[in-house]
């Protein structure tokens, strides 16, 4: 069964920085994409990062290019959010999500990480993050 865990939210002032982690289990860690995505109210989820986690290939969202850095931990099977100078718009619902990059037939669909939210299977439960002014 394939899990996604995170944790690492919280209250946070302007311009602090917070850890978001997310914990997968129940695939083969090396063949997916992961990706953390964010839900404020009354918006659509959006991307926030995501990396391919057998290379590293990385993408990032434009709000927090710059500020917020995406790594994995194979050995761990573990995908963190380092997120620097938190601005109150940053205050949303954070999930990790992940897609297997080969699918079925074991042929590469993803080259890169997608950006889509639709692109992603699986889907953690969310952890907030509120950032105060």
């Known amino acids: 069964e394939v899990q996604l865990v995170e944790s690492g939210g919280g209250l946070v002032q302007a311009g602090g920085s917070l850890r978001l982690s997310c914990a997968a289990s129940?695939?083969?860690?090396?063949?997916?994409?992961i990706g953390w995505f964010r839900q404020a109210p009354g918006r659509e989820r959006e991307l926030v990062s995501c990396?391919?986690?057998?290379?590293?290939?990385?993408a990032y969202g434009d709000s927090v290019k710059g500020r917020f850095t995406i790594s994995s931990d194979n050995a761990k099977n573990t995908v963190s959010l380092q997120m620097d100078s938190l601005k109150p718009e940053d205050t949303a619902v954070y999930y990790c999500?992940?897609?297997?990059?080969?699918?079925?037939?074991?042929?590469?669909?993803?080259?890169?990480?997608?950006?889509?939210?639709?692109?992603?299977?699986?889907w953690g439960q969310g952890t907030q993050v509120t950032v105060s002014s």
């Open positions: 999500a992940a897609v297997d990059r080969y699918g079925f037939k074991k042929l590469m669909i993803f080259r890169a990480c997608p950006e889509a939210k639709y692109q992603y299977d699986y």
């Open positions: 129940g695939f083969d860690f090396d063949e997916y994409a």
């Open positions: 990396i391919t986690t057998s290379d590293d290939s990385t």
